[in-house]
């Protein structure tokens, strides 16, 4: 499986884990797992415990996926790890200036029908197309 070329499958399977996990945080903790604020609330939450976790999840899962070749990224060999470790940094910069992110509103706003979840989303989806168009990633 590769990133450029992913079939229904892999990508209803994400989405499905995705939400699984996102529905097991809401059920078991009452949180919303948007990761801007899981990771804003490291520094001065007492709950930091079950945030350190699900970030560290989030940071050694690729590390595992990639390096045991279950999936591959051609498109992002191109690139510099350092410059990829700063487009993840913007991205999150942007996420919590912009008061959420993908995760946060994509999936729990939106099944929530969180109308301000609707706004920001589909202000960055169109960020996301465009930002891939002009940078030529996909092609």
Request: hydrophobic share 55%.
């Amino acid at each position: 499986m590769t990133i450029v070329n992913v079939t229904p499958w892999t990508a209803l399977s994400g989405g499905v884990l995705i939400g699984a996990g996102a529905l097991l945080l809401l059920l078991a903790g009452g949180r919303t797992a948007g990761i801007s604020g899981i990771v804003a609330g490291i520094g001065g939450q007492p709950d930091k415990g079950w945030r350190l976790a699900f970030v560290a999840g989030l940071v050694l899962m690729p590390f595992l996926l990639f390096g045991s070749d279950w999936v591959t990224a051609p498109s992002l060999e191109r690139f510099p790890a350092a410059r990829l470790i700063l487009a993840g940094l913007l991205v999150g910069i942007g996420a919590r200036l912009g008061n959420g992110c993908t995760s946060g509103h994509g999936i729990c706003g939106m099944g929530r029908l969180s109308r301000r979840s609707l706004v920001a989303t589909l202000i960055f989806m169109a960020a996301g197309i465009m930002t891939v168009t002009l940078m030529g990633v996909g092609a």
